[in-house]
């Protein structure tokens, strides 16, 4: 790492692509009619706060004078490369998640970054949240949302994230199913497209694993969260167990696919060689009798013989056959 690439702790600077996107904020108050605002307002209410764009650090920065948000928690929202976490704060609960989801067919990466405090939740994005197309109708129609804590809302975010996840699981599955009857039927699997789904299932796995044993630890904060949605992160664990034992198995099956693969390429070279080893059987005898007749011998009778090419040939013919039926009779090939 160059020295001028480094920067001190505490340093707001934001480290992915989308230099592009303009800080935008949606404020929803969302306790009874949902009210949309585009600042920062503190007003007693429950309130979700969508930050989309991180390439205006003042912005942003200025959360903090409304929210206690301790300058090195910022600073891990602007690094989009952070690992995936939820942190008790004490105050707060911080979480980074990287989202894989499918939309019109095709995968898609995607980071957020999660505040929960006890009436706000605030969300951070590099660019328009697709996948939480599902959560704008909750927060208008969805009467028990209005009803429940914050703590609630973080629950449907979680749960449209592994929901998404479980479809990319699904679809990978559903991929592996396809080569697995290619290796099947065809004995041969396009690898690069294989190595492709065993890399994905990496990723995913990089991206779940830590969400299940850091969210059961940040729910011991029961300032955050409420008795009455214990049931649902119960159900959301479940999901992650679901989840983690679909990729493993998956995982699994790959290995396995792979074997067959190889032992196919095995014994197609097999086979081959088997083939060729047979024609130098075959031919070895041959040989020995045409370097035999071949030798230049001042006595050699049979060659004057009229019909004596006639009976070579025939010789070698009738060898042949017989190597050949001896080879089928031993099962050497079918």
């Known amino acids: 790492m160059r020295i001028k690439d480094y920067f001190t702790p505490k340093s707001l600077v934001y480290t992915g692509a989308h230099d592009n ?21 503190k007003n007693g209410e429950k309130s979700y706060i969508q930050v989309i764009g991180l390439s205006d650090v003042n912005v942003i920065e200025g959360l903090r004078e409304i929210y ?14 952070q690992r995936v976490k939820i942190e008790d704060k004490g105050d707060y609960i911080f979480s980074v998640f990287h989202i894989v989801y499918i939309k019109d067919n095709e995968a898609f990466e995607d980071y957020l970054s999660l505040l929960m405090f006890e009436n706000t939740l605030i969300s951070f ?11 704008y109708p909750l927060l208008e129609n969805y009467k028990e949302i209005k009803e429940k804590g914050v703590d609630y809302l973080y629950y449907h975010i979680l749960d449209i994230i592994t929901d998404h996840h479980l479809d990319v699981a699904d679809e990978s ?17 396009n690898q690069e497209d294989f190595y492709q ?7 995913i796995k990089g991206i779940t694993s830590p969400v299940h044993p850091q969210l059961e630890k940040a729910l011991m904060n029961q300032k955050l969260f409420k008795k009455d949605s214990e049931a649902y992160f ?3 664990k479940d999901h992650f167990k ?45 040989s020995f009798l045409t370097g035999f007749f071949g030798m230049n011998f001042r006595y050699f009778d049979v060659l004057e013989y009229k019909h004596s090419l006639m009976i070579f ?3 070698c013919v009738l060898l042949t056959l017989g190597m050949l039926y001896f080879f089928k009779r031993l099962k050497y090939f079918k």
């Open 197 to 203: 789904i065993r890399k994905s299932l990496l990723r």
């Open 173 to 189: 599955m559903r991929f592996l199913d396809e080569f697995e009857a290619d290796i099947l039927d065809s004995k041969r699997v």
């Open 68 to 81: 206690p948000i301790d300058s090195l928690t910022l600073e891990d929202v602007f690094n989009v490369h």
């Open 21 to 41: 996107v303009k800080t935008t904020i949606k404020h929803y108050f969302y306790d009874n009619e949902l009210r949309v605002t585009d600042t920062f307002k």
């Open 125 to 135: 994005h590099e660019k328009e949240p697709l996948y939480l197309d599902a959560l």
């Open 242 to 286: 679901r989840l983690d034992d679909n990729i493993q198995e998956q995982r699994e099956l790959t290995r396995h696919l792979l074997d067959l693969h190889m032992n196919n390429q095995s014994n197609q070279m097999n086979q081959i060689m088997k083939t060729l080893t047979l024609f130098s059987a075959i031919f070895i005898p041959l």
């Open 313 to 315: 040939i025939l010789l």
């Open 234 to 236: 119960e159900d959301l």
